[in-house]
């Protein structure tokens, strides 16, 4: 919504208000232009707005929308802070539930394809933090019972399968933005992918959304902060 109203008269002032407002409502925006409008008389001024986007890639949302009145998305980051518990996991969604947040986010991965078995201190240690498919199923239902979004990042190519009934989009984890295959395997779901930036250069993040714009439209970077 502008706020200029119908019959105000343009100037410089109230037209680069209007076009930085348009360019606001969504990351993908990258130009706007207001043009006579043919057969327009010109003293009255008729304009028409012309809105550019990223070629390819247009508008991204999860959910149908952009997140809450307040123009903000909150995510809940849960991640593995469950620590193998799957009560604790419970309760951290129905606790993100009364804060308001509109999604929570896990991880989903499986030990055996990160350490192998003969390893078996470490390999145990990170099997602790596991949760297992039915585990994740119940959380879901969980998550959508409280009027939330459910995002996860799979860790690996199995758990990418297995996610894609369950989430309303994909997070490919900042170590993970070069990691082709999977990425591959997220773009064929037709689910909305956030990919994270970390401590990637800009030219690893530039290929990153060549390979994706060459197989899927919604998705969108992450540049995470540590407040």
Not at 40 to 49: E, F, G, I, T
Not at 121 to 143: I, N
């Given at each position: 919504?502008?706020?200029?109203?119908?019959?105000?008269?343009?100037?410089?002032?109230?037209?680069?208000?209007?076009?930085?407002?348009?360019?606001?409502?969504?990351?993908?925006?990258?130009?706007?232009?207001?043009?006579?409008?043919?057969?327009?008389?010109?003293?009255?001024?008729?304009?028409?707005?012309?809105?550019?986007?990223?070629?390819?890639?247009?508008?991204?949302?999860?959910?149908?929308?952009?997140?809450?009145?307040?123009?903000?998305?909150?995510?809940?980051?849960?991640?593995?802070?469950?620590?193998?518990?799957?009560?604790?996991?419970?309760?951290?969604?129905?606790?993100?539930?009364?804060?308001?947040?509109?999604?929570?986010?896990?991880?989903?991965?499986?030990?055996?394809?990160?350490?192998?078995?003969?390893?078996?201190?470490?390999?145990?240690?990170?099997?602790?933090?596991?949760?297992?498919?039915?585990q994740f199923e119940e959380l879901q239902k969980l998550t959508k019972s409280l009027g939330l979004l459910f995002i996860s990042t799979p860790l690996d190519l199995e758990s990418a399968a297995f996610l894609e009934d369950l989430v309303d989009s994909y997070k490919i984890a900042s170590g993970d933005n070069n990691f082709y295959p999977l990425i591959e395997r997220v773009c064929?779901?037709?689910?909305?992918?956030?990919?994270?930036?970390?401590?990637?250069?800009?030219?690893?993040?530039?290929?990153?959304?060549?390979?994706?714009?060459?197989?899927?439209?919604?998705?969108?970077?992450?540049?995470?902060?540590?407040?």
């Amino acid at each position: 919504r502008l706020d200029i109203k119908s019959g105000e008269e343009f100037n410089v002032k109230n037209i680069q208000k209007a076009r930085q407002e348009i360019i606001t409502l969504g990351p993908f925006i990258r130009g706007v232009d207001f043009l006579p409008k043919v057969g327009s008389n010109p003293d009255r001024r008729n304009l028409l707005v012309q809105v550019v986007e990223t070629p390819r890639t247009g508008m991204f949302s999860l959910g149908g929308g952009y997140g809450t009145e307040s123009g903000l998305f909150g995510v809940a980051e849960i991640g593995n802070n469950h620590e193998g518990s799957f009560e604790v996991a419970k309760e951290l969604v129905r606790r993100a539930g009364e804060c308001g947040v509109d999604a929570v986010k896990f991880q989903t991965f499986q030990t055996r394809y990160f350490i192998s078995a003969t390893d078996r201190a470490r390999y145990e240690r990170l099997r602790s933090f596991e949760l297992s498919y039915p585990q994740f199923e119940e959380l879901q239902k969980l998550t959508k019972s409280l009027g939330l979004l459910f995002i996860s990042t799979p860790l690996d190519l199995e758990s990418a399968a297995f996610l894609e009934d369950l989430v309303d989009s994909y997070k490919i984890a900042s170590g993970d933005n070069n990691f082709y295959p999977l990425i591959e395997r997220v773009c064929k779901t037709g689910k909305p992918i956030i990919v994270s930036s970390g401590l990637s250069d800009l030219a690893r993040i530039s290929r990153a959304v060549r390979f994706i714009e060459e197989r899927w439209t919604a998705f969108g970077i992450e540049q995470d902060l540590a407040v």
